[in-house]
């Protein structure tokens, strides 16, 4: 006998997904008389089962799909209502993207002696993925909506983690994006300046010990140059956190501080490098400083104590690495990479290992020091006429001391990767033409 057990559907509240639509619509329908304008759709369809003895509900299921348009209309002076040309408008483009994702996934107790039934769980979700426009030409840009951001040198280990949550296991690198306008602009020798601001942006992200304020804006930016065979990067993220969810309401009325809460000033320095000479070489490092009200509470002594441990004033995060391809075969590429977090270490491997066009080989190793576990994941990829196969195996402790940091999840669902087993993905990829 199988039942349910819970189904549980939540789509996106309110109506922004549809206003982007319809606007994205009009303004193609407007510009289809313009030279060249083009209009894509694409979609990518990813279906997935596996077996995970680290969960509670241990057979897992799912599938997700994005459907994706992209408009894309040149911008010069016979668009601009005069002549042809080139010139600075001649370099002017415009373009945008909308995109969802639906998915859906599902958990299973599977029967066993002492149980009757079999019991299972699911979980589906619609929401906008990628809602953007974009005017740019050969050296700059000016990208509004909900967009990626991200940036930095490490692979595996990422300091740099900043608004993004890309599960380096996850095949399909899914992560959701932020609200926000991004400028870019790169000079000649390949230098590049970046500035941001976010605003609307409450859920925690994976390197949040808590979220931010979402009603006030965040800003930043990252300047870029190249020296030598490299790259050196400095990078600067301020913002306001929301206080009110850490350690639990229960706790912060104990110690008598709730009513005194408020938001946080939090300042981000990153500094990043990169060289390739005979072997790869990165350094990724992070410095994490805030300031506000935990400093200037009534109740100094047991706030102090609380919330240090919980929101330290100062976080320091550094990752140094390196990769290599050896002359082996066709080619062993290795990748290795070391942090360390406040006292935390961590140790991470990637060797990947190409058979022929149509078959590759991969492990992932992380290590954990002192007792907190290590992670082992052996994947084979098959490319098909009509997609991709992905067949994974991996040994994980129980209790992941990683998820939600090194494994920040993939993309919404359930984490189908604790403990012990194994998990096969079919990607299929199509688009208009």
């Known amino acids: 006998m199988f039942k349910n057990h819970q189904i549980s559907t939540n789509q996106h509240s309110g109506h922004l997904p549809l206003r982007l639509l319809l606007l994205f619509l009009a303004l193609a329908s ?50 601009l209502g005069g002549d042809s040309g080139g010139g600075f408008w001649g370099g002017l483009r415009f ?16 029967f066993y002696e002492g149980r009757e039934s079999w019991d299972a769980r699911w979980d ?79 859920s925690r992200r994976a390197l ?86 935990t400093n200037t509470m009534s109740n100094q002594s047991a706030a102090n104590s609380f919330f240090e441990s919980q929101l330290p004033v100062n976080q320091r995060m550094v990752t140094v690495g390196a990769d290599y391809t050896f002359g082996l075969g066709n080619g062993l590429g290795v990748a290795v990479e070391h942090m360390w977090a406040d006292g935390a270490n961590i140790s991470a491997l990637n060797v990947n290992y190409p058979v022929n066009m149509e078959n590759s080989l991969s492990w992932m190793f992380y290590s954990v020091w002192r007792g907190g576990g290590v992670y082992n994941l052996v994947r084979w990829k098959r490319m098909l006429s009509f997609g991709d196969l992905y067949v994974t195996a991996f ?8 998820h939600g940091f090194t494994f920040p999840g993939m993309g919404g669902g359930v984490n189908p990767l604790s403990g012990k087993g194994v998990q096969i993905m079919l990607v299929i990829n199509h688009q208009t033409k």
């Open 30 to 79: 407007t510009l289809n008389g313009q030279q060249r304008t083009e209009l894509k759709y694409r979609g990518q369809f990813s279906t997935w089962g596996g077996y995970a003895s680290g969960s509670e509900w241990p057979v897992m299921l799912g599938a997700r799909y994005l459907p994706q348009l992209n408009l894309e209309v040149p911008i010069n002076r016979r668009t």
């Open 95 to 110: 373009d945008a993207e909308l995109a969802g994702n639906v998915y859906g996934s599902g958990e299973i107790l599977p």
């Open 124 to 202: 589906g979700k619609v929401k906008l993925y990628r809602g953007w426009g974009r005017v740019s030409n050969d050296r700059a840009e000016v990208r509004v909506g909900l967009q990626k951001i991200n940036f930095g040198s490490a692979m595996m280990l990422r300091p740099l983690m900043w608004f993004d949550s890309m599960d380096p296991r996850d095949p399909l690198q899914m992560t959701d994006g932020v609200w926000g306008s991004m400028g870019r602009y790169y000079f000649k020798n390949n230098a590049n300046v970046w500035v941001w601001g976010l605003l609307g942006n409450s």
């Open 208 to 293: 949040d010990v808590v979220p931010s304020d979402g009603g006030v804006p965040e800003y930043g930016g990252r300047v870029q140059v190249p020296v030598g065979r490299g790259e050196i990067a400095f990078t600067f993220h301020r913002r306001k956190t929301d206080l009110s969810g850490i350690g639990g309401s229960s706790v912060i009325s104990e110690i008598g501080v709730g009513s005194e809460l408020g938001p946080e000033s939090e300042n981000r320095y990153g500094l990043d490098m990169r060289f390739d000479y005979e072997i790869g070489f990165w350094l990724e490092g992070v410095w994490i400083n805030r300031r506000g009200t």
């Open 395 to 402: 040994v994980n402790p129980e209790n992941s001391a990683l």
